[in-house]
Structure formats: C-alpha cells, structure tokens
Nanobody
C-alpha cells in the first residue's frame, strides 16, 4: 500500500492550502468502520506531531488544538483519499506534512503515530511573507 501526498507549497500568512493524500488501494474494504486516516507534521528540529484524523466509517474528525477552527480534514471513500484544507495559516504551520492510514485504529490512540500502519512521503508547507 502506498500513500501519495500532494498539495504542499509556499503560502503567505492568512492564506489557504489544500493537501491531498491518495491510497494506492482500498485498505478499508474489509474493516472500514475501524479504520482512520490522519495528517501529522514535523517542523525542522521538532518531533512529529498530530494534526488531524478522520474515522473512515463515520467521518468523525479529530484535531489538535493548534489547528482547530482553521484546518478541516475530510475523506472521499470512493477514491480512498483524505484531504486537509488549511485556512488562516500561520508561520508556525510550516512543516513537512505526512498522511497516514490505519486499517484498525481505536479512539483512545487515534492521535498517536504507531496507530497507523501506512505513511506517505511527506509534502512541505512553508508559511512566510
């Protein structure tokens, strides 16, 4: 299974950007209700951190407090694709963004990297004036 992330680039503070991540196959076809896809990010010199996640079956979403109200995660089940709409971006949003997919995730650990079996290659987002 491969995850292909795209949509990164440079944007000014206050601007918007949309990231996409497509899976090479429908990894949720057997157990769609228990799976999730998520976005993490890693800024230079920092550890990777959780950004947002979406439950594949229900569509329920989860966000880190730092992006709540500014970022929106969504999924297209037919395309096995997850999106991250980034609005009102800030310089501190600058990072490499990674998408991740977990066919079997539980709510208590949905914000943790080890919950996800598959990872994309990362796409760089730079917020600067």
């Amino acid at each position: 299974v491969q995850l292909q992330a795209s949509g990164g680039g440079s944007v000014q503070p206050g601007g918007s950007l949309r990231l996409s991540c497509a899976a090479s196959e429908d990894i949720f076809r057997i157990n769609g209700m228990g799976g999730s896809m998520a976005w993490f990010r890693q800024a230079p010199g920092m550890e990777r951190e959780f950004v947002a996640a979406v439950r594949w079956g229900s569509g329920h979403t989860f966000y880190d407090d730092s992006v709540k109200g500014r970022f929106t995660i969504s999924r297209d089940k037919a395309k096995t694709t997850v999106y991250l709409q980034m609005d009102s971006v800030k310089p501190e949003d600058t990072a490499v963004y990674y998408c991740a997919a977990g066919p079997r995730t539980i709510l208590s650990t949905i914000r943790l990297g080890p919950s996800y079996a598959y990872w994309g290659q990362g796409t760089l987002v730079t917020v600067s004036s």
